[in-house]
């Protein structure tokens, strides 16, 4: 899948600066993905509608494709959406045979980037000193003791501004969270 998202990104680029038959190659792609993605969880019947709802949903978002990030954690993470939507539509409750319980334990690499993205987006509204102390403590996982030898500040300085920065943090979290 590594060489199909290096390919799948690189046609989105090509799209978005104008390139029509990158386009067109990226949603023929795509299709095929998006059917088997979708076949295994509702069927042939609804499938193909999800597949058509996916794909134009995605053009009509393409302008918020984000270069920077994997494309196909974009496009899935817009068809997971269009698979709750169905599943609300229908009144349907996801079931999974026990055969293919294993996959619902395989991480989700859409879930992961976006809350990357998010954390890094929160620390990027700290000064750098305080981000890097939360990234150690929180992230890392280095205790204060670590903390304290790696940036020359005493154990009590530590504690203090990584309280302060969890405090900003929330702050700022909530404030998005109000703005939504």
Do not use: C
């Amino acid at each position: 899948m590594i060489a199909e998202e290096a390919q799948y990104r690189a046609w989105m680029i090509a799209a978005q600066a104008g390139d029509k038959a990158a386009y067109q190659k990226l949603l023929a792609a795509l299709g095929g993905h998006l059917r088997a993605y979708y076949m295994r969880r509702v069927g042939q019947a609804d499938a193909e509608d999800l597949v058509q709802e996916t794909l134009i949903a995605m053009h009509t978002r393409r302008a918020t494709y984000d270069t920077a990030q994997p494309f196909t954690a974009w496009v899935y993470g817009i068809a997971r959406y269009k698979l709750i939507d169905q599943y609300r539509r229908t009144k349907r409750r996801a079931s999974v045979s026990l055969d293919e319980a294993p996959e619902l334990f395989a991480r989700d690499e859409a879930e992961a980037a976006s809350a990357k993205r998010d954390v890094e987006k929160l620390l990027a509204g700290l000064p750098g000193m305080r981000a890097d102390l939360v990234r150690g403590a929180k992230l890392d996982g280095l205790s204060t003791q670590e903390l304290a030898a790696r940036t020359g500040m005493s154990e009590s300085a530590v504690k203090v501004n990584v309280h302060r920065a969890l405090k900003t943090l929330r702050r700022n979290a909530e404030g998005d969270i109000d703005e939504n």
